[in-house]
């Protein structure tokens, strides 16, 4: 068993903003957790279930990172879709 020393850079923030459902339907997400995202961009897509020809965009409310989504493609009004830690939020721990 080796130990290999790895010089990793590592980042705090100490904000995060929560986006919520407005519907009930199936999800498409756009991108993955981890992903640089800016103000505008669409995270994901939903089809509500009350209207499968229908399509809502879920767009991003500032620039920043993707922190973490949903485990299921199934979502209903109110349940939590993404966070997303603000750009000017990140640091570098030094």
Do not use: C, R
Not at 34 to 61: F, R
């Amino acid at each position: 068993e080796k130990n290999v020393d790895v010089e990793a850079t590592m980042y705090v923030f100490d904000k995060t903003t929560t986006v919520f459902s407005q519907v009930s339907g199936f999800a498409k997400y756009n991108v993955m957790p981890q992903t640089k995202v800016k103000n505008g961009d669409e995270i994901m897509q939903i089809i509500p279930s009350d209207d499968i020809t229908q399509s809502v965009s879920i767009i991003s409310p500032m620039d920043g990172v993707l922190f973490e989504l949903p485990k299921t493609h199934i979502v209903w009004e109110g349940d939590e879709l993404f966070k997303i830690i603000p750009s000017e939020s990140i640091k570098i721990l030094e």
